[in-house]
């Protein structure tokens, strides 16, 4: 397994690329804009797009996954269906935010538990909530990597002040949903640097270990 990361739209949200190097077959996970950049990796790696992946139903995440999907005649999985409302106003987010964003229905809603395939790998589905009720994780157990969209960043956590949002939910996402997947797994955010889950239990100063034996942040 590979994977590039392809920062997209005026937000600089992490679109990966990833791609199994047996097969050269990828997917995009969270191809929110910029759609030439994301064609140009595609073409400059080699990599046949065989899906597209969505964490979550935030505009710089999937404003633009249907338009793409469309072009290239791939499926869309994801996000679990909880987020069905975001996605159905991202004609009016984009609008609201000056960024292209058109609705979209996925071809596979998924749940906690389920697996996708891209080539010959097979990730785990991880349902995130908190920062949006219908939030996914991607999670490759024998490379010790996952794809958590806005759920967890170095050094922070998601928002949880947005319609249907959560502390409390996004909290227990990640510490009974991430940190038991191990702290010597290698995650991608949805904006910013990559970091590993141990280095975040140590260091993270809403969700550390520390921290929460302090109670919740404010």
């Known amino acids: ?11 600089e949200q992490n679109c990966s690329l990833l791609w199994c190097t047996k097969t050269m077959r990828g997917a995009l996970v969270d191809p929110g804009g910029d759609l030439p950049k994301l064609k140009q990796a595609l073409e400059k790696t080699g990599v046949t797009l065989e899906k597209i992946l ?10 633009q996954a249907g338009v793409l999907a469309k072009e290239l005649g791939v499926p869309i999985e994801g996000p679990q269906e909880e987020d069905r409302f975001w996605i159905s106003q991202l004609d009016d987010d984009g609008a609201r935010w000056n960024m292209e964003a058109h609705t979209f229905e996925p071809d596979r809603w ?4 389920d697996k996708v395939t891209v080539g010959d790998l097979e990730l785990d589905v991880v349902h995130c909530p908190g920062h949006t009720p219908g939030h996914v994780v991607f999670h490759h157990g024998p ?12 050094g922070g956590i998601g928002r949880w002040d947005f319609p249907r949002g959560n502390l409390e939910d996004l909290v227990n996402s990640i510490t009974q949903k991430l940190w038991p997947l191990g702290d010597d797994v290698t995650f991608v955010p949805g904006h910013g640097p990559v ?10 100063p809403f969700v550390s270990d520390a921290a929460l034996e302090r109670g919740l942040p404010g």
């Open 1 to 11: 397994m590979r994977v590039g990361i392809i920062p997209v739209t005026p937000l």
């Open 195 to 204: 970091s590993t889950f141990g280095q975040e239990r140590r260091t993270n």
């Open 143 to 154: 490379s010790k990597f996952a794809m958590v969209g806005d759920v967890l960043f170095q």
């Open 54 to 63: 969505v964490t979550h139903g935030h505009l710089d995440h999937c404003g």
């Open 110 to 113: 998924l749940e906690d538990g």
